[in-house]
């Protein structure tokens, strides 16, 4: 916290705005779109709407996409349950897509070929596309996008990890017909629990919101024509929100410099690799620092050990994300795999990277790292 929440929720409490509207919605949502425009004409049309997840932001741009019951929806297979579950909302298919090992996101060669196949089995195009930018490291967009427009299939861009990340010198989140943001708690910037849905006009944030409020019509009495749902941002969220953006940038510095320091002090250990930028396109917010294992040149090295190893130090690490398509829930869901996103699973380890890990704390466990990769302990 930056200390300046607190303000804002107390005076939501003075004025009474207890609800999912208000100053402080409008107010979170206005700085959100500085930030995500800010240094970059291109996106000055971009609007937010703020919800209650990221989850609801992912599934709101679903529903403006247009994804009805029986549609397929291409999905980057390597990522958090949350990018997949608002396909399955729609009563509509996920179809996962592996990825490129660069930056570990929706291969888009592969996105293609895919696409093309479910075209020729189900004589039907699927009706969206949901790439990645996992651990904050940005998918290939440029690439992607040009496929999607081949096709003519929007996009519904999850960068619920990639506050602050840019690619080609555009923010993560506003490349995609739609975008998502996520202010969870583990996130770079947390609202307790929210999101913001990033739309390209006035128009699309204005039915962004008409669907986030139960569909409302405009009548004096409650008249619906659609199915609406509950997903406005509440004006105590936003309050913290609002205080959290004047610490955004210091957070993502912060994870940055950790990102830098676990990548020098790991570049000369054999076996590991740290999983940095590819190249000078991407510039990734590293929401976390992840390093894979090769276990040949390590004497077999699992994650796994890593990890508890670190647990009896009192150090927590992480497994990646387990592949959608390995996933029991998603076992008959169609996947065009090329085997990256199962071996990264079996190869990689997020360390910690928050905002109380400290330089010490880094060399420590790069040293821990070290010794593990050298058969030391
Ligand atoms: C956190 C996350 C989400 C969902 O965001 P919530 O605010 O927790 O609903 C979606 N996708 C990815 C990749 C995430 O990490």
Redesign the pocket.
Known sequence: MSGNEQRYIDEAFADNWVVPLGPNVDAFEKDLQAFMSKDDPSRSHIRIAAVS???AA?HLGLVLAGVRAGDEVMCQSF??A??ANPVTYQGATPVFVDSEPQSWNMDPELLDTAIADRVAKTGRKPRAIIP?H?YGMPAKMAEIMEVARRWDIPVVE?A??ALGSRYKGHACGTFGTYG?L???GN?MITTS???ALVCPDDESLARAVFFATQAREAFPYYQHEHIGYNYRMSNICAGIGRGQMTVLDDHIAHHRKLAALYATLLSDVDGIEFHGNPDNSSDANFWLSTITINPELTGGLTPDRMRLHFESLNVETRLLWKPMHMQPVFKDAPAYTNGISSRLFSRGLCLPSGPWVTAEDVEMIAGEIRKLAAGKL
């Open positions: 997840s990221g989850t992912i990522t958090f949350a990018s990645v996992l999850d619920a990890e998502a996520s202010f969870n996130k629990g929210g999101g």
